[in-house]
């Protein structure tokens, strides 16, 4: 893992080089793609696809679910890059080793991103095939400590204290809302809950987050918006709820990551629908 725990301004222009040097596309729209949602990146046109190995300082994906492969190209109207999976915590990198990628896609010029992940659902009336609307999220890693700004700030990044009260852009959110109704696609709200992983959550601690406020829980995405809204990024997420948790420990629902990604799969055509439709309206 060749991968400095704070990886410097010259590791983030040297990966940002090496991508522009194998594309002439000029991506303003960046896209990362959540367990078994790959599929999306199908539907960019005439791609430059860049295996993660292949990109200096990259972290690489060791989940199933996540091919690793950045996929440059034109989706509608837009020239978007994708990642085609991500890293996480849990798989013993840093956060600022996680989040190496989104900086990069900033400094490719990238202003806004639309964040997906696979996520297992804890308000009660949810269930496996929704699609939520992320409106507010939780970042109880960060509050344990593990911030992915924590370290070094450099100024020409962004600020040393960024604000989150509009971590998800108000305007964006409108947007999907509106595509949702549209296409007649049922599209729940909700608060997102990070939590490290690599286990899921007991039921006694899937009431603790009902409690919080949380409407779905996962491992990703918090960490990856907090560093994109620090590059002034407008964001825009939508967790697909593959599962349901229960709060009975008497009657617990046991998860997999198999069943994850098995959900996201048929899950993935109605993703595709809505983020295609958001596309068009930008």
């Known amino acids: 893992m060749k991968i400095n725990t704070f990886p410097t301004r010259s590791q983030l222009e040297e990966a940002t080089d090496a991508i522009r040097e194998r594309t002439l596309y000029q991506p303003t729209l960046a896209l990362i793609l959540g367990s078994g949602l790959s599929p999306l990146a199908q539907e960019i046109t005439e791609p430059d696809i860049i295996p993660y190995d292949e990109i200096p300082h990259f972290p690489t994906s060791t989940v199933k ?8 190209g034109q989706l509608g109207k837009h020239q978007v890059v994708a990642m085609q999976g991500r890293t996480h915590f849990y798989e013993g990198y840093t956060m600022r080793q996680v989040t190496f990628p989104v ?8 202003d806004a991103l639309i964040v997906t992940n696979a996520a297992g659902g804890l308000a009660p009336e949810f269930t496996p095939g929704d699609l939520m609307l ?4 939780i970042n109880l890693v960060g509050m344990a400590g593990q911030n992915p700004l924590i370290g070094p700030n450099d100024p020409g990044l962004g600020p040393r204290f960024p604000d989150m009260a509009l971590a998800y852009d108000p305007e964006l959110r409108d947007i999907a809302r509106r595509v949702a109704e549209a296409q ?21 601690e ?38 349901v948790h229960s709060t009975d420990p008497d009657q617990p629902r046991e998860t997999s990551h198999e069943e994850v990604l098995e959900a996201s ?5 109605r993703m595709i629908a809505l983020i295609r439709g958001v596309l068009d309206q930008l």
């Open 65 to 72: 679910g996540h091919s690793g492969r950045l996929v440059i």
């Open 103 to 110: 900086r990069v896609m900033g400094l490719l010029g990238v």
């Open 206 to 243: 899937v009431r603790f987050l009902r409690l919080a406020g949380a409407d779905a829980v996962g491992m990703s995405t918090v960490h990856e918006v907090i560093v994109a809204r620090h590059m002034s990024v407008r964001v825009l997420g939508i967790s697909a709820i593959t599962n």
């Open 184 to 204: 007649g696609l049922p599209l729940r709200q909700g608060v997102y809950v990070c939590l490290a992983g690599p286990s899921f959550e007991t039921p006694h």
């Open 265 to 269: 799969q048929i899950i993935a055509p």
């Open 134 to 137: 992320i409106t507010d999220h």
